[in-house]
């Protein structure tokens, strides 16, 4: 599968954005979807995971209650609303498909099996 990431951009700290993730193939409803940053000098970090029909999702702590996950397995896409966002948003955004399905070790980067190019997300203070 080929994942390709869109939305990010610049915005002010507190501002909103909405993160895409194209999936190619005809197999999207089969895969764990995730997303991932990465900011400069650092581990790539798990932001959220939702589960392969979107009745299941986890986030990361620093998240929580700001970012919501969600899915269109018609569209073949992954999106990643983003809303009161901090300087400390500010990173490369990845989505990426798990083939192994829904378990508790989701937010391990060596858990996706593909991923999108990334989209720069900037939060400016």
């Known amino acids: 599968v080929q994942l390709q990431a869109s939305g990010g951009g610049l915005v002010q700290a507190g501002g909103s954005l909405r993160l895409s993730c194209a999936a190619s193939g005809r197999t999207f409803s089969s895969y764990v979807m995730g997303w991932f940053r990465q900011a400069p000098g650092m581990d790539r970090e798990f932001v959220a995971a939702?589960?392969?029909?979107?009745?299941?999702?986890y986030y990361g702590d620093s998240v929580k209650g700001r970012f919501t996950i969600s899915r269109d397995n018609a569209k073949n896409t992954v999106f990643l609303q983003m809303n009161s966002l901090k300087p400390e948003d500010t990173a490369v955004y990845y989505c990426?498909?798990?083939?192994?399905?829904?378990?508790?070790?989701?937010?391990?980067?060596?858990?996706?099996?593909?991923w999108g190019q990334g989209t720069q997300v900037t939060v400016s203070s």
């Open positions: 990426a498909a798990d083939l192994r399905g829904w378990s508790t070790t989701l937010r391990l980067a060596n858990e996706y099996d593909y």
């Open positions: 939702i589960s392969r029909g979107g009745v299941s999702t």
